[in-house]
């Protein structure tokens, strides 16, 4: 069974241009988030889409958000990018439920913004 | 005060060994709890849910206290592939719910 992809591996941008990251959940999750972990800290929840719709937020500025599409694939994108936008974005995803499920992860996209 | 708080380490333990680490968890509405390792500038990957009950696989077992909102995992006869970064991770629960919370992680290096 395929795991969590995401595109692209890595992607260097400058400061004040828009990302768009990709990911592709398990074959039958219907729930993706998004977290991002900057150098030296841990994972932080920026977002979750279920069923197509935003269901929770972490604290982020708007500049951050993101959709998710009819075959559950979701895009996450970051605009007016910053230094501190440098990170690994990871994405995951769970199977239908409540939002408690496992969540299982893809191997993220290494973001780097000078 | 953090969401999850876990015990750094590090860990530098024989093969063979028996090791446990801890962590403690704020919200009470906290609902799923589990066990994540990561390696090195790799994906945090799924060892194991935690339960009221205590679980066991294999080697890991786990356990979870939620009137003291403690939860460990123990790793019996330790094996050099077991070293990586331990992730303690709990769910919000309540209007956080969805999002994981994760610990600053423990590292074990296993050493033969």
């Known amino acids: 069974e395929a795991g969590v992809t995401q595109s692209p591996t890595h992607l260097i941008k400058t400061r004040g241009q828009q990302a768009t990251l990709r990911c592709s959940p398990i074959?039958?999750?219907?729930?993706v988030y998004w977290y991002q972990q900057a150098l030296g800290l841990g994972l932080q929840f920026l977002l979750w889409?279920?069923?197509?719709?935003?269901?929770n937020r972490g604290n982020f500025p708007p500049r951050f958000s993101g959709r998710q599409f009819p075959n559950y694939s979701s895009e996450l994108n970051v605009n007016a990018l910053e230094l501190e936008d440098s990170a690994l974005y990871l994405c995951?995803?769970?199977?239908?439920?409540?939002?408690?499920?496992?969540?299982?992860f893809g191997p993220g996209t290494r973001l780097t913004v000078t | 005060r953090k969401e999850v708080e876990q015990d750094p380490g590090p860990f530098n333990v024989p093969e063979g060994a028996t090791v446990a680490f801890n962590c403690t968890y704020s919200n009470s509405a906290s609902q799923s709890f589990f066990w994540y390792r990561q390696d090195c500038r790799k994906e945090p990957k799924l060892l194991m849910s935690v339960y009221s009950s205590g679980n066991e696989d294999g080697r890991f077992t786990a356990q979870l206290n939620r009137a003291s909102q403690y939860i460990s995992l123990l790793i019996r006869d330790s094996k050099l592939s077991d070293s990586a970064t331990y992730l303690c991770?709990?769910?919000?629960?309540?209007?956080?719910?969805?999002?994981?919370?994760f610990g600053r992680g423990t590292q074990l290096t296993v050493w033969p």
């Open positions: 991770v709990v769910n919000g629960g309540g209007s956080t719910l969805g999002r994981l919370y």
């Open positions: 995951a995803s769970s199977g239908p439920g409540a939002g408690n499920r496992e969540q299982y």
């Open positions: 889409y279920d069923e197509g719709e935003e269901r």
């Open positions: 074959s039958g999750h219907t729930s």
